[in-house]
């Protein structure tokens, strides 16, 4: 029993985490948003000025789900790259900066704190920078596929700044109840 794997059965296992480490990406990072009230429908985030280059909310949905299904692909190739040297401090980085992702739609638009989620931004794509770097020693595929992830992190970053300059003081914007008529 000590045989080395066939390509058929290594292409499985990767397979397999595939199948077990993406939906736990896309299923978190959607539960996060929800719990925190993101995108169009908070009433809060309705009444700040939005930049020019704002995408209308459902691009911002499909676009974090392609990015958290590329994110936990290449998430996935690192755990499958059992003996790979740097495996452990990549899968360390990449749960660090995926931690504080799921926090970033609680502090902006659960905590209202536009800036401070600016600055949690900037140290995710520090962190999202050095986890690709570590992955690339490790699977340069599961690098490449964090590259959409780190640009749409600093558009994400410009336009967070760009809502603070629009919004002095949003984080203490005060909206009022919503009234239905009967």
């Known amino acids: ?22 939906p736990i990406t896309v299923l978190l990072g959607f539960a996060f948003s929800q719990f925190a009230n993101s995108g169009e429908e908070n009433r ?5 000025t939005k930049p020019d280059a704002q995408p209308p909310g ?15 692909t290449a ?40 800036g401070a989620a600016f600055w949690l931004l900037v ?21 490449w596929l964090m590259v959409p992830y780190l640009a749409w992190l600093c558009f994400a970053a410009v336009l967070n700044k760009q809502i603070e300059w629009l919004n002095p003081g949003a984080e203490t914007l005060v909206v009022p109840a919503a009234r239905t008529q009967i």
């Open 1 to 22: 029993m000590n045989q080395i794997a066939s390509k058929g059965q290594l292409r499985m296992s990767l397979l397999r985490w595939i199948l077990f480490v993406v």
């Open 44 to 48: 809060w985030f309705q009444a700040l």
């Open 58 to 72: 459902p691009v911002f949905g499909a676009a974090w789900a392609l990015l958290y299904v590329m994110m936990g």
């Open 75 to 114: 998430f996935a190739m690192v755990l499958h790259a059992r003996g790979a040297p740097l495996r452990g401090p990549a899968i360390i980085l990449y749960l660090v900066q995926y931690a504080l992702n799921l926090f970033w739609p609680v502090l902006f638009f659960g905590m209202h704190q536009v």
């Open 123 to 143: 140290i995710i794509f520090l962190l999202a920078l050095g986890t690709t770097l570590v992955f690339g020693r490790v699977r340069k595929a599961g690098a």
